[in-house]
């Protein structure tokens, strides 16, 4: 592609005077990481904006991951069961702790693991499930908890898409054991770089153990317990994440004025698929996916026509993760029908919160113009 004129996606920025108040205090302290006053005081108003009864900040959403999934202690080899249809740092998390992922199949309709492909996969040496709420859709978290249950497996899901999503009016980081977020500038909240773990209530008191890991495992001055990383977030990433937070109901609420313009230029096209939240689904608006049939629109056609009109969309998720050239010659013949044709029909569209209507329109007019 020659200049990009509309990218996929633009990081939302606060007004850089409100970031300049925020960091001040800093050069004053001179305490600029390991879990600071900005840092503490970012956890305290997620919590109440999640809704949840603990967080931990991370550097980025994939070491949240990784020591959500370390501090479960698993046994090296231990079965995994998670989702090919999204992101790399998902299965990257489960492999880099010594676990083995077994793939399983999406569902046809938010593209999230089928409960029932979930249960044929369980054998005893599986431990934990790791799904992923893609495109801030929740995973069927009332069936999963039921197999959970009955095989006694840990859940985490993966909420990189999913801030702010409720599901049944309950903050979507009260499902599953532990929840992921990612606060990636890229992502609908940003801390420039940066992740959250949350836990369901009646795991409160292993925060303080992830927080332990996510500091080299110091659990005191003198006593380093376990072998962890330092995945710690930096003071100036929770100042950015402070001030962006007080702008988030007004970032969600432009993002959903393009996605009503996108749907009301493409829903009703025949060939062109646009998946939706359920209605039990207070959704984000992070992504605009579509999913083409192959016959009257094909995706790599699209998407050509785009980037020749400086328009940036991405085949997000292709391709599958057990296809990548470090996982494929293990898990390339994993049975994933859905996730397979989802993955090499789907593109999608650019969404951040300054795309205008007329932006939306230049995008439409240019899938929909006849060759
Ligand atoms: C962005 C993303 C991640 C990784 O988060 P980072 O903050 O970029 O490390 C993990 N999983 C999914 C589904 C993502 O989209």
Aim: hydrophobic share 40%; glycine share 6%; charged share 25%.
């Amino acid at each position: 592609m020659d200049e990009i004129k509309i990218n996929v996606t633009r990081s939302s920025m606060p007004p850089l005077e409100e970031y300049i108040e925020e960091i001040k205090p800093l050069w004053k302290s001179r305490w600029l990481s390991n879990h600071g006053e900005v840092a503490q005081k970012l956890e305290a108003e997620l919590k109440e904006r999640l809704d949840v009864v603990d967080i931990c900040t991370f550097v980025n959403g994939h070491m949240a991951l990784e020591v959500a999934i370390q501090s479960l202690s698993l046994p090296q080899g231990a079965e995994i069961i998670t989702t090919p249809y999204t992101h790399i740092s998902t299965t990257h998390a489960i492999t880099r702790n010594g676990l083995t992922p077994v793939f399983v199949d999406i569902e046809p309709v938010h593209y999230t693991l089928e409960p029932a492909r979930i249960e044929e996969a369980v054998t005893e040496k599986t431990a934990a499930i790791v799904a992923t709420h893609v495109y801030g859709f929740p995973c069927d978290v009332e069936r999963i908890e039921g197999i959970a249950k009955k095989y006694g497996l840990v859940v985490i899901y993966d909420e990189a898409h999913a801030f702010s999503v409720k599901y049944k009016g309950i903050g979507i980081g009260n499902f599953g054991d532990y929840s992921m977020f990612s606060c990636h500038a890229t992502k609908v909240f940003h801390t420039i770089e940066g992740g959250l773990i949350t836990c369901k209530p009646e795991h409160a008191s292993e925060m303080r153990r992830i927080r332990q890991i996510a500091n080299f495992g110091n659990v005191s001055e003198d006593d380093i317990s376990y072998v962890g990383p330092n995945a710690k977030m930096n003071e100036f990433a929770a100042a950015m994440g402070i001030c962006n937070l007080r702008h988030l109901d007004e970032m969600i609420a432009l993002r959903r004025a393009a996605d009503t313009r996108y749907c009301e230029r493409l829903m009703d096209v025949p060939g062109i698929h646009v998946p939706r939240p359920s209605a039990e689904t207070d959704w984000n608006y992070i992504y605009f996916p579509v999913v083409f049939d192959g016959v009257r629109f094909n995706r790599d056609a699209v998407k050509a026509k785009l980037d020749a009109h400086g328009i940036y969309a991405r085949k997000y998720f292709y391709p599958l993760t057990n296809m990548a050239h470090c996982y494929a010659p293990q898990y390339a013949n994993a049975d994933l029908p859905v996730a397979r044709e989802v993955s090499q029909n789907v593109l999608t569209l650019p969404m951040f919160s300054d795309l205008t209507p007329e932006m939306v329109d230049e995008i439409c007019d240019v899938i929909l113009k006849e060759e």
